[in-house]
């Protein structure tokens, strides 16, 4: 931390005065501790919720755990009111987030989208008849742009804007949750680029045939 400090204050024009509590005292950096407090509990709430909603424990070194501790942050900056009565989201930029959410670790539907010219006219599509969603497992969303994130049954996280919900007997799929294979830093790992995460088109997704041995996911009535 006081590299990056040091760092900071190099590149600035302006004049910048670093501050640091005295070492090995952390009763002195009050406001840091308080934020590890936040996120952890957070975190806790979300694995214990997720652990109850599939009936089972989840390990701590799992890759869906390190997406629950980005929801984890993303929900403290977005919904967590302070004493003035707003977010540290409100806060920063004037407004409220009001793009919907659903509960971590759910199957959705997320939509694929659709291949454009450069004036954002549709063009035409190479396979028509091909389904227009994908189930995944929902894990939070882009702090930025407000997309969602799914988890394709490939295992890795793809983004998309829009995303529907399954009947409740097909939210909740363990199996599905224990294939994860992407994490925060490494969201594609089956990709050439395993460090980006993009959105899908509907003429760039394969239905992909499982593996010798490996068992087909469930088919919910809710897909189109």
């Known amino acids: 931390i006081v590299a990056v400090q040091n760092r900071l204050q190099t590149l600035r024009q302006g004049r910048t005065v670093p501050r640091n509590p005295p ?7 009050g406001p840091c501790e308080k934020a590890v ?18 009936k089972m424990d989840i390990d701590d070194f799992l ?16 919904f967590s009111v302070g004493e003035d009565g707003m977010t540290p989201y409100e806060r920063a930029t004037g407004r409220k987030w009001r793009r919907a959410i659903v509960e971590f670790g759910e199957m959705v539907l997320a939509k694929l989208a659709l291949r ?4 954002g006219s549709v063009k035409g599509q190479k396979r ?8 995944g497992v ?20 793809v983004r998309c804007r829009t995303i529907r919900r399954l009947p409740t007997e097909h939210r909740w799929q363990p199996e599905r949750v224990l ?12 990709t050439a680029m395993p460090e980006a ?21 469930p088919i919910s009535s809710g897909n189109p």
Not at 23 to 29: F, G, K, M, W
Not at 63 to 78: C, D, R, S, T, Y
Not at 116 to 119: A, F, G, I, Y
Not at 179 to 190: C, E, G, M
């Open 116 to 119: 454009r010219n450069k004036r």
């Open 37 to 54: 407090q936040d996120v952890c509990a957070h975190l806790r709430a979300i694995k214990l919720g997720l652990e109850a909603r599939l």
């Open 179 to 190: 294939t994860i294979r992407a994490t925060p830093r490494l969201p594609s790992p089956s």
């Open 138 to 157: 929902w894990v939070g969303q882009v702090a930025r742009t407000g997309e969602h994130i799914v988890i394709k049954p490939s295992g890795d996280a």
């Open 128 to 135: 028509k008849l091909a389904k227009r969603s994908v189930e």
């Open 23 to 29: 070492a090995y005292n952390p009763a002195s950096n």
């Open 63 to 78: 890759p869906i755990v390190q997406w629950a501790l980005e929801h984890a942050v993303f929900l403290i900056n977005k």
């Open 197 to 217: 995460m993009e959105s899908r088109l509907v003429d760039e997704e394969v239905e992909v045939p499982p593996a010798e041995g490996q068992a087909v996911p």
